[in-house]
């Protein structure tokens, strides 16, 4: 991606660059047709000119699902990238619905500023860095919403923001590579939460991996997942805490676990009729026991996060198999099972299991265009345990084929 400078971006908006835009939303920007693309808008506009329209054409198509109508917004690669999803962004927004005036500190190109001006009157829309503000205010101009955000291009640190409420999104990337604890960000969450005196409701987005023990006691974390993928942290302060210290939210929905649940521990059992793997949420919330004793389950083991139940509980929260056979590990046997079973494809996922997948797979004996199971290394009671299960589709989780560790 070519550099993207304020002066290009006023260049982007030119009667002529619209006009390129248009023509780009049409065409063919697969690999392979990316060099004619290339010449064609070199013979009408400069190298940096043409790059950064041809990059527009392409961030714009990779947009779709984190933006409404990207084909009328600008972009950078990297804010791309960082930038959260649309399900995930209004659903967050909601939590400060309440609030007259909220800040967005770090708006990067402002998908969450977007989110939050449908539900809040004014927002006050911050970005340090002028590209993005830049790209921040013609964004929301584009959205319809220039009359409810004010954005600024300062350090966030050292305004004055006198505002209620304040979502922060401090940047997680230290010399290229993403950092999980709350001191590393930037800024650290030390430097976030000296807001706290004057915005006593905050929200904070931090990565997905956080240690729970740097949680503040006075914080409240939820974990958000959507259709099986696990998209963030977030940290709740103040009037948006919502009486649970730790909570697992799967999207669409929401759906959620809650710690504060009474639930004792759950019993374990051997795998039975169905077995159960809870979303990324529950698991990152370490709420696996309350799920259990929400659909009636129990656990294949004690530090094991498959659950299972001799009825099918129907749940957003889990995805979910119906086990065919399931014994302690041993080759040779299983691929009696799978042959047996007229088995010709076979995603294998482990937990709790030492073996390699992609090496493991070639001494499976399989049908030609055999039926499709799950085979699933883990432990059960404490002993190395092997299942073959079918699953019970959902078009909330991802249906590709992965191998879990």
């Not at 260049?11 to 290339?38: H, N, P, W, Y």
């Not at 190109?109 to 993005?132: F, M, Q, Y």
């Amino acid at each position: 991606m070519y550099p993207l400078s304020v002066e290009l971006i006023e260049f982007l908006l030119s009667v002529e660059a619209q006009v390129a835009l248009a023509d780009l939303r049409g065409a063919d920007l697969r690999d392979e047709a990316l060099f004619a693309r290339v010449a064609e808008l070199r013979r009408r506009f400069d190298p940096p000119q043409a790059a950064v329209l041809l990059d527009q054409a392409l961030l714009r198509r990779k947009a779709c699902g984190k933006f409404e109508q990207p084909d009328r917004l600008y972009f950078v690669d990297e804010a791309l990238e960082q930038a959260t999803s649309r399900a995930v962004a209004v659903y967050r927004a909601r939590s400060f619905g309440s609030f007259g005036r909220v800040a967005d500190l770090g708006c990067g190109i402002g998908a969450d500023t977007l989110a939050l001006a449908e539900v809040v009157p004014s927002v006050l829309a911050v970005e340090l860095d002028p590209v993005r503000a830049r790209l921040a205010e013609l964004n929301i101009a584009a959205s319809g919403l220039s009359g409810r955000v004010r954005v600024v291009c300062a350090d966030w640190t050292t305004m004055a923001l006198g505002v209620e409420a304040a979502f922060v999104d401090p940047v997680r990337r230290s010399e290229g590579r993403r950092v999980f604890g709350l001191a590393e960000m930037s800024p650290s969450l030390a430097a976030i939460r000296a807001l706290l005196t004057d915005v006593p409701n905050l929200g904070v987005k931090v990565a997905p991996g956080v240690d729970h023990a740097e949680v503040p006691s006075d914080a409240e974390i939820e974990f958000i997942a959507e259709r099986g993928y696990l998209k963030e942290a977030f940290l709740r302060f103040g009037a948006l805490c919502r009486g649970a210290a730790r909570v697992a939210t799967v999207l669409p929905g929401p759906h959620q676990v809650r710690s504060d649940t009474p639930v004792g521990e759950a019993p374990v059992s051997e795998p039975l009729a169905y077995l159960y793997e809870p979303d990324p949420a529950v698991i990152r919330a370490s709420l696996v026991t309350t799920l259990a004793a929400q659909i009636g389950a129990a656990q294949v083991d004690s530090t094991i996060a498959y659950l299972t139940s001799d009825r099918l509980a129907s749940t957003p929260l889990a995805r979910v198999w119906q086990v065919e056979r399931h014994g302690h590990f041993n080759l040779k046997v299983l691929n009696s099972w799978l042959l047996a079973l007229g088995v010709g494809h076979v995603v294998i996922k482990k937990r709790g299991s030492p073996i390699d997948p992609d090496a493991f797979r070639r001494r499976l004996k399989l049908v030609r265009g055999g039926r499709p199971v799950t085979v699933f290394f883990t432990r059960a009671l404490g002993n190395p345990w092997m299942i073959v299960a079918a699953e019970i589709r959902s078009d909330r989780y991802r249906t590709r084929d992965e191998d879990h560790s």
